[in-house]
């Protein structure tokens, strides 16, 4: 991975599935999700984790919803898992950030889990700005916290949402393990 990374004046990671594997089990957590908008009175039917996280923002549940996925995360990235990648983090000559769909809670739990917070120097999770990857700005966000261009950086991750995130923020990407998750 550290081939070519010295071009870079800072280099962002994605989360799970790159740094860490968060022990959750996204079926249960779409169950409880869809229990928010059950006791709501609304039909969620169909619709996958984003999806209803998008339907929240309609029917002003985001909060409720954001908090029982949360709650998953968190308690998932106590139980994560290092992943070989996360090894390298702490040798990089340039400022580093994390940017996630995970909430930043549950970001920074899993940075702290495996002492790797001291070498992150910018979180932003799915809930630190008002839009989530693929949308660009959790990137720029990050970028910005770390004062660096977007021409100026790395983004690594493990799928194609992260992908498509950096591309539409201008930033060179690289796939961990040299290829998607499918995620």
């Not at 799970?16 to 869809?34: F, H, P, Q």
């Not at 919803?65 to 000559?93: C, F, M, N, Y």
């Amino acid at each position: 991975m550290s081939e070519g990374l010295a071009d870079y004046d800072a280099i962002v990671y994605d989360l799970d599935g790159t740094l860490v594997d968060l022990v959750v089990n996204w079926g249960e957590v779409a169950d409880d999700a869809a229990a928010v908008f059950e006791d709501a009175g609304i039909d969620a039917d169909g619709r996958d984790l984003w999806g209803m996280l998008d339907l929240a923002d309609e029917h002003g549940l985001r909060g409720e919803l954001e908090s029982v996925i949360a709650e998953h995360e968190r308690s998932g990235a106590q139980l994560s898992e290092l992943l070989a990648l996360a090894e390298d983090v702490a040798d990089h000559a340039v400022p580093v950030g994390v940017c996630s769909l995970n909430c930043e809670a549950a970001v920074r739990a899993a940075l702290d889990a495996h002492s790797l917070a001291e070498h992150v120097d910018a979180v932003v999770g799915r809930d630190t700005v008002a839009t989530r990857k693929p949308d660009p700005e959790p990137l720029l966000a990050t970028l910005r916290e770390l004062g660096v261009e977007p021409d100026r950086a790395l983004f690594v991750g493990d799928s194609r949402r992260d992908e498509r995130t950096a591309e539409r923020a201008g930033v060179d990407f690289r796939y961990v393990d040299g290829g998607p998750s499918g995620h």
